[in-house]
């Protein structure tokens, strides 16, 4: 059963920020089969419902859900570097949050956030584990067209899974991570992923730079 976070303590920058689509509490490291966890330099995949896909620079968002869309990390992603993604949606979506349970939790729009991932993260957001995920609190839109989303990689900046700054944690992240890149949400989850129910909605990553 897909568990559900923390839902009596809601707000819109707190745990509600971090928590990812699924129904796993194991670590990362080993736990898959099949497609690993571990990208690629290049390879983007997608985490939803404790489940890795490969995506080309160009999916489809569609019924499977799009959680968390993470590449190896470039040599450049370190302090003081700006992210920029350069994305571009086509077609007529309609969309649905993946995980809006109890209904409402996280209503639309959905949007994407940039996001970086530590190795060994065991997703529970407790501990030390409260800032192995991080997010740059800027959301970019789903909506039709071009779009660019930037963000400055700075620990008094970007926030952990309770939405909370924390400098050390950051720190800490940047000298672990598995992956950067990009969470599904709505409007008040970074990584509730999200559905659409409309054929022929294409995401396209133009460009993902980190200098």
């Not at 970019?140 to 620990?155: E, Q």
Request: hydrophobic share 35%.
């Amino acid at each position: 059963m897909k568990k559900i976070y923390f839902l009596i303590a809601l707000l819109l920058t707190g745990c509600s920020q971090g928590n990812i689509i699924s129904n796993t509490l194991n670590t990362l490291e080993g736990k898959q089969n099949g497609v690993g966890i571990n990208p690629s330099q290049g390879q983007w995949l997608n985490y939803a419902y404790a489940a890795t896909s490969v995506l080309g620079n160009s999916f489809p968002i569609n019924n499977n859900a799009l959680g968390y869309v993470y590449t190896s990390p470039p040599a450049t992603f370190k302090s003081g570097a700006t992210i920029t993604l350069v994305y571009t949606v086509t077609g007529n979506p309609n969309y649905s949050i993946a995980d809006n349970n109890p209904p409402g939790t996280d209503p639309l729009p959905a949007s994407i956030t940039l996001f970086a991932w530590g190795k060994g993260d065991d997703l529970k957001c407790d501990g030390q584990f409260v800032n192995y995920r991080m997010w740059f609190p800027a959301r970019g839109p789903l909506t039709p067209g071009t779009h660019t989303l930037t963000g400055k990689i700075d620990g008094n900046l970007w926030t952990n899974c309770y939405g909370t700054v924390n400098v050390n944690g950051f720190s800490a992240l940047l000298n672990n991570l598995l992956g950067v890149g990009f969470t599904f949400g709505g409007a008040n989850f970074y990584g509730h992923g999200v559905t659409n129910s409309n054929s022929g909605v294409q995401f396209t990553i133009n460009s993902f730079t980190v200098q």
